[in-house]
Every structure is written in structure tokens, then in C-alpha cells.
């Protein structure tokens, strides 16, 4: 089936330190991807997109790339400042029907402490 | 455009009671989508609306839950003789083909609490 799977959290890591949130897929055809991030009390905001193999997407500092021979798409950013904690969601999505359903991995929680 | 709004934000009732909740999307947006997001797990695709039309509904969704879209703006999302495992985030998301429909914006969510 069509899954989704990221790396379990929570990840802590301090300020101006280097992230990776490991994301891959499975699914039939080919799909877009997205990372969303969900902030404390917030509903969940699209964070960047790819939408065909070896795409870029890259938003506030963030970037992944849509690595299609490693069904993979993480999500790295150079320096992480204390704002940045947030869940992180690693998602697919697939034209169903006619119209597209959005497929959401379990989420990683990342903590930046000063 | 003030995005999708949910309410209410929370809600806490006792098992067997019925719960409704309400999503108003962006206003240009034709479709509505419905998840659910229990605690450590990402969003589950629960059902899916274009226009007043729901065209597709999740096998998660019990008969006890129903979803309407009357007039192909607000939606309803209602919830029968809730149980405990009902407890769980409820978020709708709204998009349309013309801003690019891979896009879904989501509401703040709706939290239900099943005592």
C-alpha cells in the first residue's frame, strides 16, 4: 500500500545545530511530496513541496529533495533556531478519483533548546 | 481571507452523547477534506468533498460518524454515541484546482475528549 514513514522522535538538538528528518515512501505511481509542520496549539502549515524526482523544495532555511531511486525525501536545515520546534509531518499525495488525498507519516517532534 | 475555521477548538462530553463539529473553509475553495490525528500519529484521511458532493469516505469512519456539506461551503462533521477511542483531533482542510489543488490548507483543529 501507500505509506509514509519518518524517524521516530523527539529530536533535541541545540541552537544553530544541523537537522536531518529522515522521510521515505512507498507508493504506487508517482506521487508529490511535502513536508507540513504543526506548531504548539496550531493547525498544520505546508512547510515546502516536490513535486517529480530530483525537485528541490526549500522554505525558511529548510530544503529536501525528492530522491525517487531512494524513495526518500528528507528534510535537513543547516542552523535550527529555538522557533523551529514543532512537529514535523513528511507526507505523499495521490490522485484518488480524481482528486488528491494527502498521506501523512506519524510525525517527529523536534525541541530546540538556547 | 481568513483561512479554514473550526469550531469548536475543544470539546469534552461523556460516552454516548453526540458531538458535532464545524469547518468553514477558505471561500474560494470547492474542496473540503476531513482527518483525524490521534496522540504521536500523523493525520488520517477520514472523507473528502467537492462542492455539497462527498465522493469519498475513509473505512476508519464508522456509521456512527457523518459528514455533510449542505450548501458547498461550511461542513459538518458529527460524531454518534461517542466512545473513548473517538478521543482525538478532528482537522479539516480545504483546497481548489485553480491554486493548485496538491496544496490543502488546514484548519487549528477541532479537539475532542471522550470522558
Known amino acids: 500500500g501507500n505509506s509514509v514513514t519518518q524517524m521516530e522522535g523527539p529530536v533535541t538538538l541545540s541552537e544553530e545545530a544541523f537537522l536531518t528528518i529522515n522521510c521515505t515512501y512507498t507508493?504506487?505511481?508517482?506521487?508529490?511530496l511535502f513536508w507540513y509542520v504543526q506548531y504548539p496549539g496550531e493547525g498544520l502549515q505546508l512547510l515546502l513541496k516536490?513535486?517529480?524526482?530530483?525537485d528541490k523544495g526549500s522554505n525558511k532555511g529548510f530544503e529536501a529533495t525528492y530522491r525517487k531511486e531512494t524513495t526518500s525525501f528528507h528534510l535537513e536545515k543547516g542552523s535550527v533556531q529555538v522557533s523551529d520546534s514543532a512537529v514535523y509531518f513528511c507526507?505523499?499525495?495521490?490522485?484518488?478519483?480524481?482528486?488528491?488525498?494527502?498521506?501523512f507519516g506519524a510525525g517527529t517532534r523536534l525541541a530546540v533548546h538556547p | 481571507d481568513t483561512g479554514v475555521s473550526q469550531d469548536p477548538r475543544h470539546k469534552i462530553t461523556k460516552r454516548g452523547q453526540n458531538v458535532t463539529f464545524r469547518c468553514d473553509p477558505i471561500?474560494?475553495?470547492?474542496?473540503l477534506y476531513w482527518y483525524r490525528q490521534t496522540l504521536g500519529q500523523g493525520p488520517e484521511f477520514l472523507t473528502y468533498?467537492?462542492?455539497?458532493?462527498?465522493?469519498?469516505t475513509s473505512r476508519l469512519l464508522s456509521d456512527r460518524f457523518s459528514a455533510e456539506r449542505p450548501k458547498g461551503s461550511f461542513s459538518t462533521l458529527e460524531i454518534q454515541r461517542t466512545e473513548q477511542g473517538d478521543s482525538a483531533m478532528y482537522l479539516c482542510?480545504?483546497?481548489?484546482?485553480?491554486?493548485?489543488?496538491?496544496?490543502?490548507?488546514f484548519g487549528a483543529g477541532s479537539r475532542l475528549t471522550v470522558l
Open positions: 471561500s474560494e475553495h470547492n474542496r
Open positions: 507526507a505523499l499525495i495521490l490522485f484518488s478519483g480524481g482528486y488528491n488525498k494527502l498521506i
Open positions: 468533498f467537492q462542492n455539497e458532493a462527498q465522493l469519498e
Open positions: 482542510a480545504s483546497s481548489t484546482r485553480l491554486s493548485g489543488a496538491n496544496v490543502l490548507t
Open positions: 507508493a504506487t505511481g508517482y506521487p508529490s
Open positions: 516536490a513535486t517529480k524526482a530530483d
